[in-house]
């Protein structure tokens, strides 16, 4: 079972203990999200891996078949831009003995999560995860799902397995700590991503980027839509046609 501590020193992140691991951040997952708008999500899990970065948490990025899904969003991969993504088969990361040794490698027992979709890869890596006896951690508001409901529930059955949600800011003042801590800084990244701002024209390029020459605004619907269409050829949305057509392992 989880050791997370519910109260007392041990309850709050230390960047010191900590390793985050940032799953399928991608194009098609992204395309699928109704549980928040996607634009707040790419926001806020740049500002958690910029978080990162500048506290010194090892990270580990993760997507899935890469070829179908798409790569890394490259808001989150230009923050590591000498890490190659560990791409799997698996739905559940925690199945992937690459990132399970990626994360033990570090040593740290503190391990935070976010990622696309909540109620599936998170999901079944956070609670295999603290099924082993970490201190699993979720950053709720830097993961999404394909619907609200989906994604409440499967914070709510996480929170029942022993995994803590918590959101990108808070945990960013957690690593903080001190506000005399000048060497890594609060200000420093949230002066970029605080107010959830300055991202969304970057990841609808990115995502629109294999239709060149398309006017985005002819869309009724507008981007998202767009991205929907792209993404979505086969005529069928959701998890399923992307299970049919990507050769995905199960969890």
Known sequence: MSTVARTGPRAVSASEESVLVLIDHQPFHFAHVNSHEPTLIVNN???LAETAK????????????????????????????????????????WRDDRV?????????????????????CVAMSAIRAAGEGFEVYVVT?????????????????????????????????????DGAREEESVPVVAQDQAEYGGVAFGWETQLLACRAGTDITDSAEGPRAETRAILCASGRSGYQSYRDHSGLRGG
């Open 54 to 93: 500048s506290f010194g948490v090892p990270t580990i990025l993760t997507t899935v078949v890469e070829e179908r899904g798409g790569c890394l969003i490259q808001g989150v991969q230009d923050v590591f831009p000498e890490q190659k993504p560990i791409d799997r088969t698996f739905i559940n990361a």
């Open 45 to 47: 899990v740049i500002g």
């Open 100 to 120: 399970v040794e990626a994360v033990k490698a570090t040593g740290r027992r503190k391990l935070i999560i976010a990622g696309l979709w909540t109620e599936i």
């Open 141 to 177: 508001d830097a993961s999404g799902g394909v619907s609200k409901e989906a994604h409440d529930r499967a914070v709510r059955r996480m929170a029942q397995a022993g995994v803590v949600p918590i959101t990108w800011s808070a945990l960013m003042d957690e690593l903080q700590c």
